[in-house]
């Protein structure tokens, strides 16, 4: 292989992944860090570390950025997770400073002392009514709910069968509470039915947890939700079901997957995040008794030994769900929907292959991570916001951009990110061939958690 010395250092950042660094050698545990952060640093100097940019302004659809080599970048922002454009909502906004101004900035308390707030018992109210769910109890975070429900719930000698593809809080919450932990091809009904035949053959007598996604953050696909609840009911497992990406914006009313597949109120557990579409941090489970909720306030760690939220974001999240169940309400996520349509024909129109269903989430499949490197040097500069996935968030060789749409995108927004990323596409292969990186290419897709 010929070339410059900028090339063989493109070459090298191309190589390589996270997955390298997860089991450092060595008793040094901070000095052991240091790989890590050359490879990362190889790719920063190349331009090929598109991570950890800095929003220069609120999340809106047009917008400056830096990127954390300080570089500044602008363009249309397909990379903010606010699905209904509330974060900008003069609404929302207004409701968040008044509480600011009456209550402070801070719950100061965990939920099981003083940190509760009118705000959020409200909103405890009304997650479980919109769900038509009895109870319901918040998180600080989505990832804090997810890792919660299943760490509070699940000993040692119980088993969580999950999908393959579940998100890192659920996976993470799994293995911290139990060595039991089975999972199944992604949305495999019948390789789920197999495993939990099987646990039960032998295990009469402890829990089963079955988890999945309603909308997997990925992929944009979704499970059968009615025949898993079905199967969890006949063989005394019980299910989670995280419906972080959809819950809010999807369906004529809001209610997500389990609204369209007729299983309000009729899934087990329901866990979720405020992050994408309530407009600010938060998670929330979702449960059938009042005394399932308190067991999870008292066992699940981060509810108990973590300061709740805030009055302002309980208040942002109610605004929220006011809005979400208004006519203008209605009226975003119809707009949503036009534009993840929109989006969707312009890619497949330009050449691209979209992931799953249509939903806020818009996955373009690249594959090759070095590929997937060298066209995300140009989508910057094209003008285009938007993630770069690549290991540990999906499995290795399995590399693609993650456009998230929102209801304030307008068509030629649209259009922009397009004509943004098919420019980006066709140099950044025309590098991959210059630099002769084929041989790069993964074989075979590795998983994620194998
Ligand atoms: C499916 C899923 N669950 C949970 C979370 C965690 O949510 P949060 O960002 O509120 O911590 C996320 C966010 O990345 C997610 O995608």
């Not at 594959?367 to 999906?394: C, F, I, K, M, T």
């Amino acid at each position: 292989m010929s070339g410059t010395m900028d090339d063989h250092a493109v070459r090298s950042a191309l190589t390589g992944s996270m997955r390298d660094y997860v089991h450092p050698d060595g008793r040094q545990l901070q000095t052991r860090a240091d790989a890590f952060f050359e490879w990362q640093h190889l790719r920063r100097r190349q331009g090929l570390w598109p991570y950890s940019r800095a929003s220069e302004e609120g999340p809106s659809t047009f917008m400056a950025a830096r990127d954390d080599a300080g570089r500044s970048v602008r363009g249309v922002n397909f990379a903010s997770q606010d699905y209904l454009s509330l974060c900008v909502h003069p609404d929302v906004k207004r409701v968040a400073m008044d509480v600011i101004a009456e209550f402070g900035m801070h719950s100061a308390g965990s939920s099981v002392l003083l940190g509760n707030t009118p705000q959020s018992v409200a909103l405890e109210r009304r997650v479980a009514d919109f769900l038509d769910m009895p109870e319901a109890l918040l998180f600080p975070t989505g990832w804090a709910a997810g890792y919660g429900v299943i760490k509070g719930l699940v000993r040692p000698t119980d088993h969580v069968v999950m999908d393959v593809l579940s998100h890192s809080c659920l996976q993470e919450g799994a293995q911290a509470a139990t060595h039991n932990v089975h999972r199944f091809h992604h949305n495999d009904l019948a390789e789920c039915r197999a495993l939990l035949e099987e646990i039960r053959a032998h295990d009469a007598h402890h829990g089963i947890m079955v988890v999945t996604e309603s909308l997997f953050s990925m992929n944009s696909d979704s499970p059968d939700i009615v025949a898993l609840q079905a199967l969890c009911h006949e063989l005394d497992a019980t299910l989670v079901v995280d419906v972080a990406h959809d819950l809010g914006n999807l369906g004529a009313d809001g209610k997500g997957v389990i609204g369209d597949q007729g299983m309000l109120g009729r899934v087990d557990l329901v866990m979720g995040s405020f992050s994408k579409t309530f407009c600010s941090n938060g998670g929330f489970v979702a449960c059938h008794t009042r005394a399932l909720k308190e067991y999870l306030r008292f066992y699940s760690p981060p509810c108990i030994f973590s300061n709740a939220l805030s009055p302002s974001q309980a208040a942002t999240v109610l605004k929220a769900f006011e809005i979400i169940e208004s006519a203008e309400g209605r009226r975003l996520r119809e707009q949503l929907l036009g534009n993840i349509l929109e989006l969707r024909r312009q890619l497949e129109e330009a050449g691209f292959e979209v992931y799953g269903e249509p939903s806020a989430i818009v996955c373009v499949k690249i594959g090759s991570e070095a590929l997937a490197r060298l066209v995300s040097r140009h989508v910057q500069d094209a003008g285009l916001l938007a993630n770069l996935v690549e290991y540990p968030a999906v499995a290795k060789g399995q590399a693609r951009f993650r456009l998230q749409v929102m209801a304030n995108h307008t068509h030629g927004n649209i259009r922009d990110a397009v004509a943004a990323l098919k420019a980006a596409n066709a140099s950044g292969r025309s590098d991959f061939g210059r630099l002769g990186a084929a041989w790069l290419q993964p074989p075979e897709p590795t998983a994620r958690w194998h």
